[in-house]
């Protein structure tokens, strides 16, 4: 039996098939790993997701400038191409084993990640179904992931109006 589990592949003209492109570090779009950025607030729990092509310090600033009021304040992990938003900025530095801290001594935890790790995680969810998306239609399918999840509650009114906006031609 052909491409039986554990058989080994000896064809050098007949590579095994690979699973996902598995390179290590940050993707890119040129590398076919389209980076996506995102910003969530913490109280109004409002999401902005962006496909780009490269999340180096400058896409990072703008798509912070863009997407936050400045009074906000913005909680991140330690990665470098933080270092220098234009907004009051904090880290948790995960490679030290920190997920959350408290910097004013009163009890609560205000410095952490976990609203945006929990909106990653819902964004993978989403787009998981889809099995693989060619990165030319990501930014269609992240656009519904973030109009998915401001959205709150689907209602019987929205559903109408969709169907409204959109009557089909034969």
């Known amino acids: 039996m052909l491409g039986k589990k554990g058989d080994e592949h000896f064809d050098p003209t007949d590579p095994p098939r690979r699973r996902a492109n598995k390179q290590r570090g940050h993707g890119t779009y040129e590398n076919d790993r389209p980076p996506v950025v995102g910003t969530v607030g913490r109280e109004s729990g409002q999401v902005r997701l962006r496909v780009v092509h490269h999340t180096n310090q400058e896409t990072l600033e703008n798509h912070v400038e863009r997407f936050t009021i400045a009074k906000a304040h ?4 330690e990665w470098l191409g933080y270092n220098h938003i234009i907004r009051k900025h904090s880290t948790v530095n995960h490679g030290e084993y ?9 009890g609560i935890r205000e410095i952490h990640i976990n609203t945006a790790e929990g909106m990653w995680t819902d964004v993978r969810t989403f787009l998981r ?5 060619n ?4 930014s269609g399918y992240i656009a519904m ?26």
Not at 129 to 133: E, Y
Request: one cysteine or more; a positive charge.
């Open 74 to 77: 913005c909680c991140t992990d």
């Open 98 to 106: 920190e997920w959350a801290r408290d910097d004013d001594g009163d």
């Open 129 to 133: 179904p889809f099995k693989g998306i």
């Open 135 to 138: 990165k030319r239609f990501l």
């Open 145 to 170: 992931a973030e109009f998915r999840r401001n959205l709150k509650r689907i209602s019987p009114d929205f559903i109408a109006a969709l169907v409204t906006k959109h009557t089909f031609y034969r």
